[in-house]
């Protein structure tokens, strides 16, 4: 079928191309000159503006938007619902939080617009083996959608979760997931890198897949990683986050579900990004007045 | 090659049927004469004692141990250091603490005897899938046994990790990475099931199996779970332990490594065995006494 | 000097009773018949509305709220925003959130009244002892109040800590700390009673307070409590929240600052409060998955 | 009466001190001249030798060994079970582990000497205020050094908590305690510190002292230690611990006990000494390897 995709970048781009393979058409647009080139190449149609892509579809006009979180996200959907027609479709695949979600699912609404959610996971791999979606939104307009989903996804790796907002719900909830996931992969490896014996840590990663409970994709991925960088030399341990994992706690904290290990997943992120403690700093200073315990100087 | 089995249990008579298999003299004993005969009429030469097990074999000698963790375990192994002749071999492949294998390395090697320690991972599904084993042990005896390993193992799901303990120690971090991964989960389908999104939770377990960051074997094995059960009935919320887990934090203080993730998932299957929280007891009757809040009576 | 004061609960009427005794004239409101007559006995002069107790005042009027948090304390601000003169003054000494205080300080400050919130910690000995008084506002406006806290507070137990909102905002971080020191101890005895030494709790609460470290009002309170039910016999282990330490978690959140011990204090709190856990359900039923591992039933 | 201090550090040789204080004849040694000759002249008896300590009593000899954890406790008790004479009363007031405390306890015994060991919390400011006291060993024997410790201890101070090895464990989960106090304060400061507000940390802590229901001795030590380095300028953000903490944790995951605040506590020291978190490192090569999140290099 015949959609836009709005915002051409590692997401955006690959999803545009997958699609286009998939025998789709695919208006693109981005703001960057060669993002578009490079999608035109593949059979993309490509637009000079977010408008000029509206233009090219024709009713019910279907809408992917794939752009940074926050305010551009904000204003390309504003846009579409002030310019879309009713009936028309608004995916956004990006990691939006949920509360926005159904915020902006009510406000198409009232001009009649659909408005989906499609929680994406993948990351740079989606491109080759499929994106899992997770899909919130009104019945008729998912379905009619549905072309475009079960082609971006693997086999199975579809849902329709619910109504506009459960889609990113859902993806946030796998992205706390992940957090977990990856602290607890991080902390094992840090055991045994510690240990007096002499463990080859990238032999372990690799072992570890074949066979053993803990094995899964994110430990091949780690066995990768480890087969080009043995030592992980120059990869610093600063660990950013893009609010997924924060809005997992918000939302357990919401619900009275506690969540030690997302949160701690979270906290310990926060401490890799921390040249220094000041909770250490305070604990420092009142063991010197009790204790007389020494204070190592600055 | 021929070895002795000892222990029949849920571990031990499939790695037993697994070496017979592919081709394996495989001497069986277990105190359960039910075991034994299944064994025996799949090819296993049944023992009826430890004693007349090493009989059966001729050196080197080479003795599978795989009985329950505990005083068991120590009573074999040191009837075999006792018993076995210098150049044998004793391969311990249950839930040993490493350094209990480390001990008994050095009394094993004392009497001249080899002491191998083979962390096995992949549990129930071990007999068709492999077991992941990470062995310890001095070099010339686990090239040995090699024949063994390799067979039991899947593909590349073997590896001699290092010295006497090693194995076991390997073994013990994987169990806590274990610990993590299933919590990471527990609290994302706990958090899903909170909602007022009306999420199905059996849909979204197998979803994320496709292509999402998140897919594992355990994700698999809890998708087939919820096929069988869809909304877990009658499965109470109580999760034992085995040990490595606390093994696990244990050496992670030791070696001064920050672990709350693995930590804090043995904390809460702590709490999901209690009753009731006499820490809670105390916070209570105290937030009455500061604050004049209400206690909620048994 | 005149105020009134507005709700007269269990902390609303004992400041109010605290004043009277400084020699403060205060207009005492609250919904109950009762809770009036009982300051009225006091010295408090009754008013049967906000309106009425309003009507009492002359300009400047200082209006104390000490209603329970949520709709009546919004409402009551929203209500003396616009009934107050430009230069009157509302003060907040309830639980609200410091958002809250903030947007409130700018609506009143829209129709020329002054707002101040004014975070009040001491609980029910407040009365006798004091309350401790953490104010957020303007400079004149506080300045002007400054003989009501200094007369609430005991000695250097006020603090104009900044603008609206920051009052509120440290009381909130005040009640974080809290929960984490009320863990601390919880842990501490719960540890102490599961040991195999016969250990006299009672008797190390009360031992602890003389001389050790640890010693706190808080370990007093719970040496008292103690003392009247040494079993904390019908004390149920389940403890509310009241909100401020979520909303700590978020703060700290949003600050990106680890904050493990508060927010492990809530999330014992609501596992205090759990039936059972979801968490532990899926993964009872995933450790029998992969392992065999015998399920409870319910 | 009469005993030998061994060991005149902070704690030993203000222990000496304020026995002194309180009448007593205290025999003292340690190898350090200085700290010997300056108890001498507050009237101690000062011994050049562990040996020559023993000759200056007479039965039943009192011993208080307070020297630092580790080998030298281990030795100094060693020597003394072997030197003293059935009847003789060894009191180890140092920081060991209730473990070691109950199998010295056996030692002793098996030669008819008395062994008790004494908690002591206070720190530097045992001297004038007294050391709480919590004291472990077999009746008689305690009953006889009881002036010792009330003496040692401020009023209400002491305890007889229970046999051998039970004042160690008391002590140990005092201070485990100790670090959730710390850490809550830690974190409530960090997050104070982080937010918007211009907040005044040392006022604020100061001002918690005075009717708030987290004042405590920690917190009045906290407001000394802002009062003197109001930024905790050159306080580095690294903090020991000396062994009680992470003995508490193994404890309460012996007793199958939760205790996550304490644990995080211990861990957030452990962090508080990383240069950089390996576990960090290994997220950090992971989220590229899924997602191409960018590396931050070293």
Chains 1, 2, 3, 4 share one sequence.
């Not at 198409?108 to 740079?124: L, N, Y």
Request: charge should be negative; glycine fraction near 12%; proline fraction near 5%.
């Amino acid at each position: 079928m015949k959609l836009a995709m709005i915002g051409l970048g590692r997401m955006g781009g690959n999803m545009a191309e997958r699609l286009l393979q998939h025998g789709h058409q695919v208006v693109v647009f981005d703001p960057s000159d060669e993002a578009r080139q490079r999608l035109a190449k593949m059979g993309g149609e490509p637009a000079e503006s977010l408008a000029q892509a509206i233009e090219k579809l024709s009713a019910p006009r279907i809408v992917w938007v794939m752009v940074p979180a926050g305010k551009i996200t904000e204003d390309t959907i504003q846009t579409l619902i002030q310019t879309l027609n009713p009936g028309d479709i608004i995916i956004d695949g990006g990691n939006s939080n949920f509360h926005d979600s159904v915020r902006r699912g009510k406000e198409a609404q009232e001009r009649g617009v659909h408005f989906i959610d499609a929680g994406t996971s993948g990351g740079v791999w989606g491109l080759t083996e499929g994106y899992c979606l997770m899909v919130g939104g009104p019945d008729q307009a998912v379905h009619t959608a549905e072309p475009i989903f079960t082609d971006l996804a693997p086999e199975n790796g579809y849902l329709h979760v619910g109504p506009v907002g459960s889609g990113h719900f859902v993806k946030m909830v796998h992205n706390g997931i992940e957090y977990g996931l990856l602290q607890a992969y991080g902390e094992g490896f840090e055991i045994l890198k510690a240990s007096d014996f002499p463990i080859d840590l990238p032999k372990v990663a690799e072992l570890w897949n074949h066979g053993s409970v803990v094995r899964s994709w994110l430990l091949e991925l780690l066995a990768g990683a480890y087969r080009e960088n043995p030592t992980l030399e120059h990869v610093r341990g600063y660990v950013d986050d893009s609010g997924e994992g924060r809005w997992t706690v918000f939302e357990a904290i919401n619900e009275n579900v506690p969540a030690p290990v997302i949160t701690l997943s979270l906290f310990s992120r926060f401490a890799s990004r921390q040249e220094e403690s000041y909770s250490a700093k305070v604990i420092a200073a009142l063991r010197n007045q009790f204790g007389g315990h020494k204070i190592h100087n600055e």
